[in-house]
């Protein structure tokens, strides 16, 4: 009760929504991201962006792999949770998410990656001995021809399947902004832009992640970074984020234009309890300043060592600036009364269920997931299996 100010309803006092419900958005929207950044390989024939294709897929697949886990993790009985696909009611906007996702994982993420990689895997599986043979034997699923009619189809209809998983990707994460949005009781999070606001940071945090991990593990394998694919990703980059701040200042243009009886409120909010969260880190550090490093990388000629740094610390600034926008959304949209007369605290917890620790590991699993996918099926061209393997 120490950190109630003013009056709070009795259910209003300890937050429901923790920081694995922060996670959960934040997870989904790096999925949705790194798709759309291969995308624009496959679809738009975008070539400079071709060292990050499978990359993106990946990162994409080991994310997807444990967004679930924050929401089962959030539930007092996660057993239940497979009820929704067996008992489904077409009103709920959760329920329909988990179809939403049966379908982006099986039919459009896991089947896309299984056509780009399905020759790479018959010629792993003819080389390789013991287990590691009769895992890549599996993965071919029974199709070993990979003639050059065979590969063709592959290609094509890899085409569709990233066609269709594009509006795919934006309903996966655009859901959650649509669940934000329809809580009317809620002046925070009420606005019909709040579904567009989280599907283009979704586009942000994505294209950054696959950046900052390109770079990285270029520099972990030893190998030189191809600077035109960074160059055109942070190009990239910079648009979708213009679109991104763009939206969220029009959002912001209208609640201080309209001043219903929530704005003082909120006002009060941004400039006491979520000033850091929110002016500082969202705003200042993970919005304004990696804006104005990657406009001086288009309008700047620069050296490939100075970009190259510009480039992992306006990525990194990105991620942490897109999270602090979960935190706030999803944070701050409980730290007020809904009768705009109280205020209360969250703090997070170290050990509990749904602690720091909890939340932490799940923030590392995806990476252990796409190293374990790396060693797998390793997504460098000059890493591939070579054709005459299979002669």
Known sequence: MGGVEGFMYPNEIELHWSVLIVLYPFITGLV??????????????????????????????????????????HLGHPERSPEMYFTPHSTSAM?????????????????????????????????????????????????????????????????????????????????????????????????????????????????????????ATAKLRGRNIDMRCVDTIAMYLFYTFIIDFSLEML??????????????????????????????????????????????????????VVRKRIYAVAGLLTLMGIFAMRWNVVIGGQLFSKSYLGYTTYKVGLVSREGMLVALALSLLPLLILWVLIKLLPPWPAENVPAEAGD
């Not at 006002?267 to 309890?273: G, R």
């Open 32 to 73: 949705a991201g790194a798709f759309i950044l291969a995308s624009l390989e496959r679809v738009f024939r975008v070539d400079a962006v071709k060292p990050t294709y499978r990359l993106a897929l990946l990162t994409a697949l080991s994310f997807l792999l444990v967004a679930p886990l924050p929401l089962q993790l």
């Open 251 to 304: 959002d912001l243009i209208h609640r201080v234009y309209e001043a219903d009886e929530s704005f003082r409120s909120l006002n009060f909010m941004v400039h006491t309890k979520l000033y850091f969260s929110h002016i500082v880190v969202q705003i200042l550090c993970g919005t304004l300043v990696p804006l104005v490093l990657l406009a001086i990388t288009q309008v700047v000629k620069l050296g490939e």
């Open 95 to 215: 329920a329909m998410f988990g179809y939403v996702y049966l379908w982006y994982l099986m039919a459009v993420l896991v089947f896309e990656i299984w056509l780009d990689y399905r020759r790479d895997i018959v010629l792993l599986a003819e080389r390789s001995k013991g287990i590691v043979r009769i895992v890549y034997r599996a993965m071919t699923l029974g199709s070993t021809n990979i003639s050059p009619r065979a590969l063709h189809i592959d290609e094509r209809v890899g085409w569709i399947v990233t066609l269709i998983g594009i509006p795919s990707a934006f309903m996966l994460h655009g859901y959650v902004g649509f669940i934000f949005g329809s809580i009317k009781a809620n002046p925070w999070w009420s606005s019909p832009l709040m579904p567009v606001v989280f599907i283009f940071s979704a586009m942000v945090s994505g294209i950054a992640c696959v950046m900052v991990l390109y770079m």
